[in-house]
């Protein structure tokens, strides 16, 4: 690969991140660094279903098991066991990518696949909540609560803005990560999976190591999200590791933003959850109003760009693309005009 296909692929990626990585210098409200260190939560599962769904054609319905099992896997390592953060941490995401491999290993190996797969993960999910909801070790309904000691040894801290960075810091690996395998060979097959399975295989693609591959990724990458939910909130139950509303964020930002684009999941965790807050601000907290805007905008962009902000990017730089070298052209008429002046 030349410098200049590092330049053009990895470029734009290291942009974006280091431009976010200034806004806790000029924002030190902690209700918007909040806002921030959730949405860029949020991302990062989004990344995770981006992968295995977006890149992959895999649909899955039930992304809260990989995001669950990651978030009480880090709770509970540190308060049973003593476990340091950090190790809990790692612990976690390895602890969601076996999950995803068990899940795509059971489904696949079956021959699941659109809504049956779908289907099936959602199942796995419900399960994994009411299995957490009703043991003990899981704090049952009660749930789960780490104690607040603010050190950087204990992965707590005082400001807002150190969770931003490292939430934008793990956001931004995963972005080069999907930028890597979309320029690699395991992006070629996932793509050729998706588009057509039997193809794939004809042409020697082994298509279940494939999509155990996504899967096992997709999961440590939503368990990474669901690390960090429990180490920034230090708190968390079954309804709020496995409910379905995490399934349903982690799917709705890369639709809303681009399907298996690099980019997709961000912009469209990004759009959806500032679009969420202003309506909050002019409605009054009406309850349930971001839900609403959530369907409103999931509606629109399947009716009207289906390939999500991303892709309407994509047609306006491509159309002033056009124009650019339209206007470059010279006109049939222009140039006889040009010669005869010379002569």
């Not at 068990?102 to 797969?117: A, D, E, K, P």
């Not at 930002?253 to 309506?279: N, R």
């Not at 159309?319 to 006889?336: C, E």
Request: hydrophobic share 60%.
């Amino acid at each position: 690969m030349s410098a200049r296909d590092l330049a053009s692929g990895f470029g734009p990626i290291l942009a974006v991140v280091a431009l976010l990585a200034l806004v806790p210098l000029f924002v030190t409200a902690n209700t918007v660094l909040n806002f921030l260190v959730f949405t860029l939560i949020i991302a990062l599962a989004a990344q995770g279903w981006n992968l295995l769904a977006g890149y992959g054609g895999q649909f899955s319905f039930g992304h809260a098991a990989f995001f669950g099992t990651g978030a009480y896997a880090a709770a509970i390592l540190q308060v049973t066991l003593g476990i340091n953060a950090y190790a809990a941490f790692v612990a976690g995401v390895g602890l969601g990518a076996l999950v995803g491999f068990g899940i795509g290993f059971l489904s696949f190996r079956s021959g699941l696949r659109g809504s049956y797969f779908a289907l099936v993960t959602l199942a796995f999910a419900e399960v994994f909540r009411i299995l957490a909801n009703a043991a003990t070790f899981t704090g049952g309904a009660a749930g789960v609560l780490i104690p607040l000691e603010v050190s950087a040894a204990n992965f707590q801290f005082e400001s807002r803005a150190a969770y931003y960075w490292i939430a934008l810091a793990l956001v931004g690996t995963v972005l080069v990560l999907n930028r890597g395998i979309e320029r690699a060979r395991f992006g070629a097959q996932l793509v050729a999976v998706r588009e057509n399975e039997a193809a794939a295989r004809a042409l020697g693609v082994d298509a279940l190591a494939v999509k155990l591959k996504a899967i096992a990724l997709s999961g440590g990458i939503t368990a990474a999200a669901g690390c960090l939910y429990a180490q920034y909130f230090l708190y968390l139950d079954a309804t709020i590791a496995y409910g379905p509303w995490i399934s349903i964020e982690a799917l709705l930002a890369p639709i809303v933003g681009g399907l298996g684009t690099v980019f997709g999941p961000l912009v469209g965790a990004l759009a959806l959850h500032g679009l969420s807050e202003g309506s909050k601000m002019f409605t009054g907290e009406i309850p349930g109003i971001d839900l609403v805007v959530f369907g409103v905008v999931l509606i629109v962009m399947v009716a009207f760009a289906p390939d999500g902000v991303m892709g309407l990017v994509g047609r306006a730089r491509r159309r002033l693309a056009g124009k650019a070298a339209t206007a470059k052209v010279p006109s049939p008429a222009a140039a006889p005009a040009r010669e005869e002046t010379a002569a």
